[in-house]
């Protein structure tokens, strides 16, 4: 995400804008004004991951790999961890 950010910010920077983008030229400045506009930029990116995170914890708990399985085992105290000196 600070990628996301950075290259927003990069985007709006003056030399760059007139460029790329001559038209969008002191638009972000003037949206950073705007509290939708903050709302937007913090959100938008968390809920476009959700989904993902919801993907991943829903694979743990109701259909684990060897490897989540071994691993909850571990937690749980069922399997023992040899430490070697």
């Known amino acids: 995400m600070f990628v996301y950010y950075c ?46 995170f919801f993907i991943k914890t829903w694979r743990k708990a109701y259909s684990p790999d060897p490897l989540d399985r071994l691993v909850a085992a571990q937690r749980q105290g069922m399997l023992q961890t040899s430490t070697s000196a």
């Open 7 to 52: 290259t927003i910010f990069l985007m709006s920077a003056d030399s760059v804008a007139k460029t790329f983008q001559p038209n969008m030229e002191n638009v972000f400045p003037n949206l950073l004004g705007s509290p939708k506009a903050w709302i937007l930029l913090l959100f938008t990116p968390l809920l476009a991951l959700l989904p993902d």
